[in-house]
């Protein structure tokens, strides 16, 4: 007869096996037994557990955490800059003018 315990991710079973009670250990698939543990994202069972893929907008070990998407970076070339920094000179300098 079995009378040990089981590892992290399984639990015990009792069974007859003809000749008197025995028992084993069987894997917990927690994904199928556990009510959306990924709070909507995707669970994969473990040998020790699950672990979750988040939705986008959610994180952290459950998903349970909520998260702004953030923007898009922007994509700024270095022509872009010289035109804007010379806008800007171009503007100081007219601004400047108006007050001499």
Do not use: K
């Amino acid at each position: 007869m079995f009378c040990g315990r089981c590892p992290a991710g399984q639990r015990l079973i009792r069974y007859d096996d003809g000749i008197g009670t025995a028992a084993t250990c069987e894997p917990i698939n927690e994904c199928a037994e556990l009510r959306d543990p990924c709070h909507g994202g995707r669970c994969v069972d473990a040998d020790d557990g699950y672990v979750c893929e988040c939705a986008p907008g959610r994180a952290g070990p459950t998903c349970a955490e909520r998260r702004q998407s953030l923007p898009a970076v922007v994509d700024i070339t270095a022509e872009a800059v010289a035109i804007i920094v010379a806008c800007l000179a171009l503007l100081l300098c007219e601004l400047s003018c108006m007050y001499y």
